[in-house]
């Protein structure tokens, strides 16, 4: 293996790099541009092109492309070549400021809810200079915003970019009213970690389903699944490791700093972590990482899932969003410190969070919602469709003294003692972990765990980056215009402890008994996707967009439609291939069985031997039943199907009727079909199962 330091972001256009090959005025102007948010002009632009691509063809790269994340939920690119013929023959590598500021894709063949119709193609790509371009497969990459011709956000990263000079303005606005005047700007970190599983391609190749849908629509329960708690963190198979060990080079050679690795609960689960960064960055990396999990995979035979629940009946995967709030010049401002009960600062920004995230849980909800997260959301292996905070007992304790009057004390947990002299004591945190929370407080960070692990990150922090702003913006407000800014700061304090007390919940969000308290405290539950899409079109979380320049109400009327479509698209794909697979699959090899028994049983009777049959009867009538059964249930599934045909244009209609019926018949299918697997002779049976999906890598 080469140094490290050789490799770390070998392939990324970064600060050294700039710093090196830029000229100092010209360096000197991108910095300001990305740290200050100052407008780019165009002879840097050109400048900064030319030492791009010298850079990138040094490195072997032919093409340029504009590289971004429509609303599809993954990336996009156009590649072109750098070349430009000649008239005597030959030809010159050219890039231009004005080809790195600006690229023209196809707005009509993305998502667009509306914003773009078949017949309006233009849509521009511009360059978002404070994420480092990159070299990917011979390939300049230049990280970019993706909007309309008439500058609607038609991409995950629009309203990211826009939510963080949001909440930058707002928490300045803060910092400044109560005494802070160093800080000239607050940026918001993420350190998203990742779950996926593993399995042998050779057979995921026989699995029609995960190839369609990134799911199984069916399989049998496995003999072993994760009862026995044998995975978790367990030793790494060599096949695993070697996979790790080619995806953390790939991933550090773009300057991703991914750090943690290992096994987790499910057979054939595993997760990554990186150390965090700015939110936008971030963004852009995970979106990276989800890729080149897929490509390092297939090198190894393998192929990684990245669906929320590929498997039922065993934990599916999801991404932990680690949020931070931090100023540039290097406070995080949700640091407690020694004695947070005496802490301003940090006091006023986590009690921002916590009335952001009370009044807009609808819409922070909305933001981890896709139809392969409604499968895990309150399954008892991820938080419950309830938002809820964790804030552990030192926080809580402290806002209850607030809620009385004043905080004067913290409490601290002291060193812990194993009980072995050789063993040194152990500093102990100041509150537990609770793995059940949606929105968990860990020290200095907020953790959300309901996030798709599929998704883009884009838009649950789009969404906590506006929500928590406009709380801000509150607090700036009042502080700005009282008399006594330290009392009314107190006093505002005191007012969100008591007021928006109700979001916090430090118990076990599994329980049944928390969903019946979460219910008398009038916090929404809201199960599916489909219902979730609500939030984006309510008065209150329209204003709020609006009233931040964040999304427009039409560019939020457009989220909606496009949610809604993406639903109803992708339980559709799911319909159709679990009827074509258990019509062409599953029961002709029901048939074959159930023709082989009767064989059998007619060859035994024929000898005349007094020979009782009754078993390999009993086992012919159930398997027949379950096989009429099943075409019954398809024939139902078909006409629904058809009836959704009928309800096109209607977007919320149809998406309930997909969720509410189709997705319902869809498991009357595969109850059937799984139990026939469980009764079907395993060398008759057309698909790879459970254990051999989880088992075999």
């Not at 090959?21 to 300001?32: D, E, S």
């Not at 009960?341 to 933001?367: C, G, M, P």
Request: proline share 4%; aromatic share 8%.
């Amino acid at each position: 293996m080469s140094n490290l330091n050789d490799i770390y972001g070998s392939n990324v256009f970064n600060d050294s790099v700039m710093r090196a090959r830029l000229p100092k005025a010209t360096y000197k102007a991108l910095k300001r541009t990305i740290e200050e948010g100052l407008t780019l002009e165009s002879a840097v632009a050109d400048v900064v092109a030319a030492a791009m691509k010298d850079w990138a063809i040094e490195k072997g790269a032919t093409h340029f492309t504009h590289w971004f994340q429509p609303m599809n939920g993954i990336t996009a690119e156009k590649h072109d070549a750098f070349i430009n013929p000649t008239t005597d023959g030959n030809v010159v590598l050219e890039f231009s400021g004005k080809e790195l500021i600006k690229g023209e894709p196809d707005a009509s063949s993305f998502p667009s809810g509306g914003l773009r119709s078949t017949f309006e193609a233009r849509g521009y790509t511009a360059w978002d200079c404070t994420s480092p371009a990159f070299l990917k497969d011979g390939t300049l990459c230049i990280p970019t915003a993706f909007c309309s011709y008439n500058g609607e956000a038609l991409d995950k990263k629009t309203p990211l970019l826009r939510s963080m000079e949001v909440i930058s303005k707002e928490a300045l606005r803060v910092l400044k009213a109560i005494g802070n005047t160093t800080t000239k700007r607050v940026i918001t970190t993420v350190g998203p970690e990742q779950e996926y599983f593993l399995i042998d391609k050779d057979v995921y190749d026989k699995r029609t389903d995960l190839i369609l849908t990134g799911r199984t629509l069916f399989g049998a329960k496995p003999s072993k699944g994760q009862e026995l708690e044998d995975h978790y963190f367990g030793t790494l198979k060599k096949r695993v490791s070697d996979y790790m060990k080619d995806l953390d080079l790939e991933l550090w050679k773009l300057g991703i700093a991914a750090k943690t690795k290992h096994n987790e609960v499910a057979p054939g689960q595993h997760e990554l972590a990186p150390i965090f960064t700015t939110t936008n960055v971030a963004t852009d990396h995970n979106q990276l990482t989800m890729e080149i999990m897929k490509k390092v995979a297939l090198q190894h035979d393998l192929v990684c899932l990245l669906h929320e629940k590929p498997f039922a009946g065993i934990n599916g995967s999801g991404k932990h969003n680690n949020w931070s709030i931090a100023t540039d010049d290097g406070i995080n401002l949700l640091e407690p410190g020694t004695s947070p009960h005496d802490n301003k600062q940090f006091l006023v920004f986590l009690t921002a969070v916590i009335k952001a995230v009370d009044e807009y849980s609808d819409l922070l909800r909305l933001s981890a919602a896709n139809p392969g997260n409604d499968h895990r959301l309150g399954a008892n292996e991820a938080p419950p469709a309830v938002i809820s905070i964790f804030l552990g007992d030192q926080l809580t304790d402290i806002l209850e003294q607030l809620e009385k009057g004043g905080a004067t004390t913290s409490k601290f947990a002291k060193d812990m003692k194993i009980g072995v002299n050789t063993l040194p004591p152990l500093p102990k945190d100041a509150t537990d972990r609770n793995r059940t929370s949606p929105f968990a407080f860990t020290g200095n960070k907020f953790e959300f765990r309901m996030v798709p692990s599929s998704a883009s990150i884009a838009g649950p922090n789009f969404v906590l980056n506006t929500i928590v702003a406009e709380v801000l913006s509150e607090i700036a407000d009042r502080i700005e215009k009282s008399s006594d800014r330290d009392a009314e700061t107190y006093a505002i304090i005191t007012e969100i402890a008591k007021n928006n007390k109700r979001i916090i919940f430090n118990g076990n969000g599994y329980s049944d008994e928390w969903l019946v308290e979460a219910e008398k405290r009038g916090l929404p539950n809201i199960k599916t996707t489909v219902e979730s899409t609500k939030a984006l079109i309510t008065e209150k979380n329209l204003s709020v967009l609006e009233k931040h320049k964040v999304l427009s109400r039409v560019e939020s009327h457009a989220r909606y439609e496009i949610t809604l479509e993406n639903y109803s698209k992708t339980i559709n794909i799911e319909a159709l291939a679990t009827f074509k697979i258990a019509k062409t699959q599953i029961l002709p090899a029901v048939f074959k069985f159930i023709t082989q028994l009767a064989t059998s049983i007619n060859t035994v009777n024929a000898t005349g031997l007094n020979v009782d049959v009754s078993a390999q009867g009993e086992l012919l009538v159930e398997v027949s039943s379950l096989a009429t059964s099943l075409k019954n249930n398809m024939a139902s599934l078909e006409k629904l199907l058809e009836k959704a045909e009928s309800l096109e244009g209607k977007a919320y209609e149809l998406a309930e009727f997909y969720r509410f019926e189709v997705f319902e018949q869809m498991n009357v299918v595969r109850a059937d079909a799984d139990k026939l697997e469980t009764l079907v002779d395993a060398q008759i049976w057309p698909l790879p199962t459970y254990e051999d999906l989880l088992f075999t890598v």
